[in-house]
């Protein structure tokens, strides 16, 4: 799923299930993003990168590592990744 916003292009990575106790967050994905992918939150701001893929490959977690003082604000919100310029004209 593809969502536009102005100028940028986000492709949703899922909802925010959890915290680990070394405070990354776990989402849950329906494709595995690539590590080091670049999270936003819905009003385009920079949460975290994604550090590591963990469980099934039918059923992917991500884990986040956050950029944000307060990670727990996004349990159970959607995150997205920002997509590159490059995939970007992939895509179109």
Do not use: H, W
């Not at 991500?62 to 604000?73: F, Q, S, W």
């Amino acid at each position: 799923m593809f969502r536009e916003r102005g100028m940028a292009r986000l492709q949703k990575l899922g909802r925010v299930r959890a915290l680990t106790p070394s405070k990354n967050m776990v989402v849950k994905t329906e494709k595995a993003p690539k590590p080091g992918s670049e999270v936003v939150d819905e009003n385009l701001n920079v949460v975290g990168r994604v550090c590591d893929i963990i469980g099934p490959v039918f059923a992917p977690y991500a884990l986040v590592k956050p950029t944000i003082r307060e990670p727990a604000k996004l349990v159970n919100k959607p995150v997205y990744l920002l997509l590159s310029k490059a995939k970007r004209s992939k895509n179109e």
